[in-house]
Nanobody, 130 residues
Framework: QVQVVESGGGLVQAGGSLRLSCTAS????????MGWFRQAPTKEREEREFVGAISWSGTTTYLADSVEGRFTISRDNAKDTVYLQMNGLKPEDSAVYYC????????????????????WGQGTRVTVSS
């Protein structure tokens, strides 16, 4: 069983930074294609917004247009951990951030689609005050 656990959320002022971490245990982490999504308070699970994703080795990353230039995603396979570095935070970045794993060693059909990921964490809340 794959267990995904996020950490690092909190309250920060606009313009500030946070780094989220996500560990995924259970199998070989380097075989997991990892993604980050977020869910704003008024949105349903099906409306989770893609934030970013990273390939198995970390050589390829994908970011949503809304966070490009402010957020970076990275991973350390030796630590079974993926990171989301968030800089220049805005109030509209406030959400619960979810980490997701796609196991099986194959490319997700749709990287930005929640249905492409088969293991999810419980989320970590990020609140950005103005």
């Amino acid at each position: 069983q794959v267990q995904v656990v996020e950490s690092g959320g909190g309250l920060v002022q606009a313009g500030g930074s946070l780094r989220l971490s996500c560990t995924a245990s259970g199998r070989t982490f380097s075989n997991y294609f990892m993604g980050w999504f977020r869910q704003a308070p008024t949105k349903e699970r099906e409306e989770r917004e893609f934030v970013g994703a990273i390939s198995w080795s970390g050589t390829t990353t994908y970011l949503a247009d809304s966070v490009e230039g402010r957020f970076t995603i990275s991973r350390d396979n030796a630590k079974d951990t993926v990171y989301l570095q968030m800089n220049g935070l805005k109030p509209e970045d406030s959400a619960v951030y979810y980490c997701a794993a796609k196991t099986g060693g194959t490319m997700p059909g749709k990287i930005r689609d929640t249905t492409s990921y088969n293991h999810w964490g419980q989320g970590t809340r990020v609140t950005v005050s103005s």
